[in-house]
């Protein structure tokens, strides 16, 4: 549902490899980043739609029975996701650096 959500005709979202939104990244690319602990660059409004995700994900786990990653399970994230989307930004469409973990424990 997240990756159909976004602001191409298609639906999808937009990735990349530079600060300056050039160098386009695809999902493989993106998930290579996980083993080397690299990072990827994304509008904010995929970071905000990516908390209101969690915040679905969170309510269905009580029937689907998944567990939400432990490293999005906290009043942590609450906090952060609350503080993103309660302080808007007048062009919110600017990019924004997202690490990529394999790992998703707190400790990671």
Not at 59 to 69: A, C, F, I, K, N
């Amino acid at each position: 549902m997240f990756e159909s959500s976004g602001p191409n005709p298609d639906g999808t979202w937009s990735y990349f490899a530079d600060e300056a939104g050039q160098l386009p990244l695809n999902k493989t690319a993106i998930a290579a980043l996980g083993e080397t602990g690299g990072s990827f660059w994304t509008s904010r409004d995929w970071h905000i739609a990516h908390c209101l995700f969690y915040w679905h994900k969170y309510y269905r786990m009580r029937e689907t029975g998944v567990v939400l990653e432990e490293r999005f399970d906290t009043m942590h994230h609450i906090q952060h996701c609350t503080r993103l989307i309660r302080n808007p930004v007048p062009d919110h469409f600017f990019l924004i650096k997202v690490p990529v973990m394999m790992n998703s424990s707190i400790d990671a």
